[in-house]
């Protein structure tokens, strides 16, 4: 008992000795090592003659990342390749950018909004951007299509807050393409962003504290940034490529999200069973129009049973194909950009492991 109040006298003299912003520091850090860590990942050795051919097929054309191998609802195949960065291996645990992954959570989070403010997938853009051109037509649906016809000039190389990223991009955005036409543009993903900024008067980042971080082990990028394990980025020659926070900053919503290969298909396979929004809420984001496979942020295809995601930054790759319920899935995420390589083996093992 003796001991134990001593140390307890210890911890509020050393408390009492910190300057404010250690004290501030301190229980942020408390806080962070309370956060939720997604249970079940785990490193998972090849020991099938099946799952032992793909993990050769890797090596052989000198993967770099996590792969992650789901076949009938088992895990055949969980683990790093090559370096992380310095002399650290890549594992199940390292975090790569979303990229343009992040699309679909960023589309998760405004569907939870439009529940709460009673919005339909027919409301209109006019309704938060009037000054926005053709903003009387173009909807919520329309933005997460991609069939808005809004375009932009390149983002700013400024820095600046969230907000101010946003705003730059409104004041600028064109309508220069034909509407009901998927024309890949991050113009509207970035929009949506700065309707959740009106609609709960926080940034992108507390929102995906308070949305999504309790429940899956996602970073932003400040959190990415920080993060003492975070992998080197490389070219497809292998050259590593700096990492530039700026650039990742100005992707409000379309490319400022990092996690895990484990966490992005846990996020993904529950966004179909109803357990991350209502299923009907689900369905209506998912609905493809007009011929184009996209819709929330992934690529829809076989009469909307398989998805697929694909992004590319600053010497990172990250692809996802799998069945929308899970069951089948192929996950590269990969700190060497090289889409003939990560993509080309991603979708050649997906179709494999569904024979």
């Given at each position: 008992?003796?001991?134990m109040?001593?140390?307890q006298?210890?911890?509020?003299?050393?408390?009492h000795?910190?300057t404010p912003t250690?004290?501030?520091?301190?229980?942020?850090?408390?806080q962070?090592?309370k956060k939720h860590?997604?249970?079940?990942i785990?490193?998972?050795?090849?020991t099938?003659?099946q799952?032992r051919?793909y993990?050769e097929?890797?090596?052989?054309v000198?993967y770099?990342g996590?792969a992650?191998?789901?076949?009938?609802?088992q895990?055949i195949?969980?683990?790093?390749y090559?370096?992380?960065?310095?002399?650290?291996?890549n594992?199940?645990?390292?975090?790569?950018p979303l990229?343009?992954i992040?699309?679909n959570v960023t589309s998760i989070?405004?569907?939870?909004?439009m529940?709460?403010?009673?919005l339909?997938?027919d409301?209109k853009?006019?309704?938060?951007?009037?000054?926005?051109?053709?903003?009387?037509n173009?909807t919520?649906?329309?933005?997460?299509?991609?069939?808005?016809?809004l375009?932009n000039?390149?983002?700013?190389?400024?820095?600046m807050?969230?907000?101010?990223y946003v705003?730059?991009?409104?004041?600028?955005?064109?309508a220069s393409?034909?509407m009901?036409?998927w024309?890949?543009?991050?113009?509207n993903?970035?929009?949506?962003?700065g309707?959740?900024?009106k609609l709960?008067?926080?940034?992108?980042d507390d929102?995906l504290e308070?949305?999504i971080?309790?429940?899956y082990?996602?970073?932003n990028?400040?959190?990415f940034?920080?993060?003492?394990?975070?992998?080197?980025g490389?070219d497809k020659e292998g050259?590593?490529?700096?990492f530039?926070?700026?650039?990742?900053d100005?992707?409000v919503g379309?490319?400022?999200v990092?996690g895990?290969?484990?966490?992005?298909?846990?996020f993904l396979?529950n966004?179909?069973?109803?357990s991350?929004?209502?299923?009907?809420?689900?369905?209506?984001?998912t609905?493809?129009?007009?011929?184009a496979?996209?819709?929330g942020?992934?690529?829809?295809?076989?009469g909307?049973t398989?998805?697929?995601?694909?992004g590319?930054?600053?010497?990172?790759?990250?692809?996802?194909?799998?069945t929308?319920d899970g069951?089948d899935?192929?996950?590269?995420?990969?700190n060497a950009?090289n889409p003939d390589?990560?993509?080309?083996k991603?979708?050649?093992l997906?179709?494999?492991i569904?024979?």
């Open positions: 008992m003796g001991a109040l001593l140390r006298h210890q911890q509020v003299k050393d408390n000795d910190m250690q004290q501030k520091n301190k229980q942020q850090a408390l962070d090592s860590q997604d249970t079940g785990k490193t998972v050795e090849p099938s003659s799952s051919s993990d097929q890797l090596k052989k000198g770099s996590t992650l191998i789901v076949q009938n609802n895990i195949l969980h683990k790093g090559g370096k992380s960065r310095d002399s650290i291996s594992s199940v645990t390292t975090t790569y990229a343009s992040t699309k989070m405004l569907l939870k909004q529940k709460l403010h009673d339909s997938k409301t853009l006019s309704t938060f951007y009037p000054q926005i051109p053709n903003a009387d173009i919520l649906q329309d933005l997460w299509l991609m069939q808005s016809g375009s000039e390149k983002f700013s190389g400024k820095k807050s969230q907000k101010e705003d730059d991009v409104v004041k600028r955005v064109k393409e034909p009901y036409h024309t890949y543009n991050a113009t993903f970035i929009i949506i962003s309707i959740l900024q709960t008067n926080q940034s992108y929102l308070s949305q971080q309790p429940e082990r996602f970073e990028v400040k959190q940034s920080e993060n003492d394990m975070r992998p080197q490389h050259n590593p490529i700096n530039n926070k700026q650039r990742f100005r992707e379309t490319g400022d990092f895990t290969a484990w966490t992005t298909y846990k396979k966004e179909n069973n109803g991350v929004v209502p299923s009907a809420d689900y369905k209506m984001l609905q493809t129009l007009n011929g496979s996209y819709a942020g992934l690529y829809h295809s076989e909307g398989v998805i697929g995601g694909h590319m930054m600053q010497g990172f790759e990250s692809t996802v194909y799998m929308k069951k899935a192929v996950l590269l995420f990969s950009n390589v990560n993509k080309v991603a979708r050649e997906f179709k494999d569904r024979k």
